[in-house]
């Protein structure tokens, strides 16, 4: 399954379609004044039908898959995103009535009307869609934000990195699979959430990176956060939780803890990965290795995703488990 949205026809803003229509009228030319009326009008028509193509093509949202109606959920109301459509379509309806029916006019009325009666349609139908650009102008921008999300195939068998900010979550993407995410030493390097692929005996293993997340309530996180989140709760896969024990890590370990504890409760495979092994300070260390003790995890790996530390071992381990379709003997701990 594909983003629903990927293949989405976006069409300009209403003031650009009707600007460049404007820039249009004078190159368009005809047989007579009514030919050229006429062909002035259907081509507005055309640019019109967009809007009206868009709405129909705009994914159902009751059909949505759960990560896909979060997405939409973090950027806009959905109940508001329903008005905005449902207006956007009526607008385009009744636009695309008008200039046919004034095509006809133009057909059956004499040369000399022909002009007044394009302009009149121009007029009718410019402040019909102005009067509800705001709302069609909406509907666009949310359709760009939502094409922009890596596709991400809720089916595929899936690893899905994440933890605090600056862990080294896309570094280790990296090296594991075909995605190429930003990499900097600064936190939320990560805006979006990146999707890179394994490709195992035939089967696709869909890797996904995920922006670092706070430990703080979730009505005080920011939409990155949210984004990370909303991959964790609603797709399918294992999560590799990450664990910095440098000293220069983001979030305290206490923090990283209670993060650990939040992701552990949203009920999924959880695998815990101590990275930055090389560079670990050895108080930090403890405090973690003691704590998923205390936790009864049996299993978790600790790795230099930078260094390449470990990974032979992680990788190894998480893809045998995911080719046997054996998730569940990894420990739910
Ligand atoms: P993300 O924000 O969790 O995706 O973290 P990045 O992958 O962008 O890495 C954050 C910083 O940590 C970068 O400067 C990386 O080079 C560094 N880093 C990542 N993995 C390791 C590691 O295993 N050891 C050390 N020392 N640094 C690392």
Redesign the pocket.
């Known amino acids: 399954m594909l983003n629903p949205f990927e293949r989405l026809k976006i069409p300009p803003k209403v003031n650009e379609t009707i600007k460049s229509m404007l820039n249009r009228l004078p190159k368009i030319a005809g047989s007579s004044v009514k030919d050229r009326e006429i062909r002035r009008l259907n081509e507005y028509y055309e640019r019109v039908k967009k809007y009206y193509t868009f709405v129909e093509q705009f994914p159902r949202i009751e059909e949505l898959h759960p990560f896909y109606l979060e997405s939409i959920k973090i950027i806009t109301d959905v109940d508001k995103l329903k008005i905005c459509l449902s207006i956007t379509r009526k607008a385009s309806m009744i636009s695309m009535r008008i200039l046919k029916k004034y095509v006809n006019q133009i057909r059956k009325s004499p040369e000399e009307v022909a002009n007044k009666l394009m302009r009149q349609a121009f007029g009718r139908v410019s402040s019909i869609l102005r009067n509800s650009s705001e709302c069609i102008d909406s509907v666009i921008n949310i359709a760009t934000e939502l094409k922009k999300i890596r596709t991400i195939d809720p089916t595929l068998p899936t690893i899905i990195?994440a933890?605090?900010?600056?862990?080294?979550?896309?570094?280790?993407?990296?090296k594991i699979s075909t995605a190429k995410?930003?990499?900097?030493?600064?936190?939320?390097?990560?805006k979006e959430i990146h999707v890179g692929h394994v490709i195992l005996d035939l089967l696709r293993i869909q890797v996904i990176?995920t922006?670092?997340i706070l430990d703080r309530p979730e009505n005080e996180r920011n939409k990155i956060e949210r984004k990370a989140i909303n991959a964790i709760r609603n797709l399918n896969g294992i999560v590799l939780f990450?664990f910095?024990t440098?000293i220069s890590s983001v979030l305290s370990i206490e923090s990283q803890i209670e993060l650990f504890k939040e992701v552990k409760s949203m009920n999924k495979i959880i695998i815990p990965v101590i990275?930055?092994?090389?560079?670990r300070y050895e108080e930090y260390y403890k405090r973690i290795v003691n704590f998923l003790q205390s936790e009864g995890v049996t299993k978790w790996y600790e790795?230099?995703?930078?260094?390449g530390?470990g990974l032979d071992k992680l990788k190894e381990e998480l893809f045998s488990l995911i080719l046997r379709g054996n998730i569940n003997d990894i420990s739910r701990n």
Request: glycine residues 8%; without cysteine.
């Open positions: 990195v933890g605090p900010p600056n862990v080294g979550k896309s570094t280790l993407v990296t995410p930003e990499i900097a030493n600064y936190p939320f390097t990560t990176d922006p670092g990450m910095d440098s990275n930055k092994i090389d560079e790795i230099s995703a930078e260094k530390t």
